[in-house]
């Protein structure tokens, strides 16, 4: 992805979204991928919670929609948690299963407590479903801003740290499109 100037959040995260989406090979429907959008529109300025998501899930809300909207946070941070840092959950008392689980989880009651046929109520069902799927998504999505980063400071170096820790293939490809050929048998530089 080159770095070019988007004239909106939601503008930049649907084209960093929609090649996320074709990179983790899912087939969203169109509300999914703008939920995805919006999610990511809304943690780029929010900050997340230190409440443990699985005690915010069981308890009781006093109202309706005051559970509605706990099952969307709980469902909401689950899913941006194990995307975008799913590499330093596994230095975690809980691991990626841990979110993949309580966010599945919520999104599905989200979706029944909202009734079905309803628009909204259908893209909570479909990101319940495939919750799995769209963490794999966001993976791509931060891997692709995190290239974007580096693409903009020109850091071959912390390029190749990221190749050396992960031998992800589409870095590796960001490497030799710089002019660097790396070795995938684990010998480096060539």
Do not use: C
Request: charged content about 25%; hydrophobic content about 45%; overall charge negative.
């Amino acid at each position: 992805m080159d770095v070019t100037l988007a004239s909106s959040v939601d503008e930049y995260f649907h084209e960093v979204v929609s090649e996320a989406l074709d990179a983790a090979d899912v087939d969203a429907s169109a509300p999914a991928s703008w939920y995805l959008v919006s999610l990511l529109g809304e943690f780029a300025h929010a900050r997340l919670t230190d409440e443990p998501l699985g005690i915010k899930l069981a308890q009781p809300a006093e109202s309706p929609g005051e559970r509605v909207q706990t099952l969307k946070q709980v469902g909401d941070q689950s899913l941006y948690v194990a995307g975008y840092f799913a590499d330093s959950l596994s230095r975690s008392l809980v691991d990626v299963e841990y979110y993949v689980g309580i966010g599945q989880t919520a999104y599905a009651q989200l979706a029944r407590s909202l009734g079905g046929g309803k628009p909204i109520a259908d893209v909570y069902g479909e990101l319940a479903e495939q919750f799995p799927r769209f963490v794999d998504v966001l993976a791509h999505v931060r891997k692709r801003v995190t290239m974007a980063e580096v693409n903009a400071t020109t850091d071959i170096g912390k390029l190749y740290e990221i190749w050396l820790r992960t031998r992800d293939a589409w870095v590796e490809k960001k490497l030799a499109a710089a002019g660097l050929i790396v070795d995938p048998g684990g010998r480096g530089i060539q």
